[in-house]
């Protein structure tokens, strides 16, 4: 048995989140070591670290665009293989990962909002993974339900219709127990949804719209992602799963889109020197651009930022820092012609119908019996908690009540339904947060109220901390949408 006072020694109880397991089986996993032949896992931290290059030395990758295999009947067929690869993260050094398709970050899937996909995935490894379309208004046969995986050996066509606003999702493994060391060891990538109806506000697209994955990792002597659910100070920021890289940029405007992959650890930014105008989340953009000095990212959170780097002449730099150091440098390195534009309006909002329902949901540790729960509850795949009648429109209270040792973070996601932030605290959100949002931050003692609209499909649904070692270990529910 772990206790309190173990997991007050090991720093578990940090403001970056708790990873709570559930029940003897759930320790026999998380203690398993070398879980599924990926590496280190588990134990004390790496005594050294290997060494991550000189600092802005090897340019930021930009992920691939994945090309469909065929396009026919309106419908665009894509065949991504979930396998292990050896990559270069660290300069010079390869270290194994999980990949979708080859790289660390998988290939970037970029859907038309209204034209259907298709993605085959066909898993050749030697334990169960699947895929989960994070923000995707999707079947539930098709939204990687946490029980519901692709064995080995076995594929697995997912269909995504697309029948939602232009937007910045992401894709990632959601398969139950495993979902945190999956996504941590590469199985992670981009879906950006392109709307032909944003096509005339002329933001920044091409080669200036340019997708960035952060995340947290720790790394080993050797180079090998150093995976443990009880370290809370992975201290390295991989950008595009590289760090501290440099990227040239023309002296014009640029979209970038900014994702949190980290499976618990929340990020702050900021670019120095130049403002941020964010001008979407994590459902699509904002009514309007709202100036930003300073953004924060729970896990799984998006935001799309345009910077103008037309403010400074070829040969200037520009360094994107977290609260840790620096982690992504813009170097402007020529002149561009600029087509682009950053209009004063962006795109309005769906009206908000009156809710029919309210609910509480509360996110709570039992320090006692080491547990995560979801309102007094651990996750059970057989236990249906909320019954949602289609077409509803409900408003949910989420509120997080672990302010005991310092208090615990949690960032909570629904899947099915973009919401709306109603406020926090009792007070209007952020001018950043007044788009639609599938992810919300919670820190300790905070409140949030979200209002969505259940319609589109009948089915079973998870929502759950998105600190994903805390879903891993029990912090999930499930939800039905019933005639």
């Known amino acids: ?38 590496g280190t896992h588990g134990g004390s931290p790496p005594r050294g670290a290997a060494p991550t290059g000189t600092p802005f030395s090897v340019r930021m990758p930009v992920p691939p665009v994945a090309m469909p295999v065929r396009s026919w009947g309106g419908v665009d067929h894509y065949r991504i293989p979930i396998r292990t690869a050896s990559v270069e993260l660290l300069p010079g050094v390869r270290t ?4 979708y398709g080859g790289g660390f970050v998988g290939p970037t899937i970029r859907a038309r909002a209204g034209r259907r996909i298709r993605v085959e995935y066909h898993n050749q490894l030697d334990h169960p993974a699947n895929v989960h379309l994070h923000g995707g208004h999707v079947a539930p046969e098709d939204d990687g339900h946490p029980m519901d995986v692709i064995a080995p050996g076995r594929s697995r066509v997912y269909d995504y219709p697309n029948r939602q606003r232009g937007a910045t999702l992401w894709y990632h493994d959601h398969s139950h127990h495993t979902e945190a060391e999956h996504v941590y060891r590469g199985l992670h990538g981009f879906y950006l949804i392109d709307d032909p109806q944003e096509r005339h506000l002329r933001l920044p697209d091409g080669p200036y719209d340019v997708p960035i994955m952060l995340r947290e990792s720790r790394f080993d002597e050797q180079g090998n992602l150093y995976f443990d659910p009880f370290d809370f100070d992975r201290p390295v920021v991989l950008v595009n799963g590289r760090p501290q890289p440099y990227f040239p940029v023309a002296a014009r405007r640029y979209r970038l889109r900014l994702l949190n992959a980290s499976t618990h650890g929340t990020l702050t930014l900021h670019l120095d020197g130049l403002p941020m105008v964010q001008v ?22 998006r935001a799309d930022v345009v910077v103008d780097f037309s403010r400074r002449r070829p040969g200037s730099q520009v360094v994107l820092s977290e609260t840790r150091g620096p982690v992504l440098r813009f170097d402007v390195v020529r002149h561009a012609h600029d087509h682009s534009r950053l209009p004063d309006r962006l795109r309005p909002l769906p009206a908000l119908p009156p809710p029919t329902v309210r609910r509480e949901v509360v996110l709570s540790t039992n320090f006692e019996t080491i547990e995560s729960l979801i309102n007094g509850k651990l996750w059970d795949p057989d236990r249906i908690d909320f019954r949602i009648r289609h077409g509803a429109t409900e408003v949910w209270r989420i509120t997080n009540t672990d302010t005991e040792f310092g208090g615990v973070n949690h960032t909570f996601h629904m899947h099915l339904v973009q919401f709306r932030v109603l406020d926090r605290n009792g007070r209007p959100p952020a001018p950043g947060e007044r788009g639609l949002k599938d992810t919300v931050f919670l820190a300790p003692g905070e ?37």
Do not use: K, W
């Open 447 to 483: 409140s949030v109220r979200v209002q969505a609209t259940f319609r589109g499909y009948l089915g079973r649904y998870v929502y759950h901390c998105h600190m994903l070692e805390h879903s891993a270990y029990g912090m999930m529910a499930q939800l039905r949408i019933v005639p």
């Open 280 to 301: 979407g989340t994590d459902g699509g953009l904002l009514p309007a651009p709202v100036p930003v000095t300073e953004l924060r990212l729970g896990p799984a959170e």
């Open 96 to 99: 194994p990962v999980l990949s």
């Open 1 to 38: 048995m772990i206790s309190r006072r173990n997991l007050l020694a090991a720093g578990a109880l940090s403001g970056a989140g708790l990873v709570i397991p559930a029940g003897e089986h759930l320790r026999a996993v998380a203690s398993s070591g070398g879980q599924h032949g990926h």
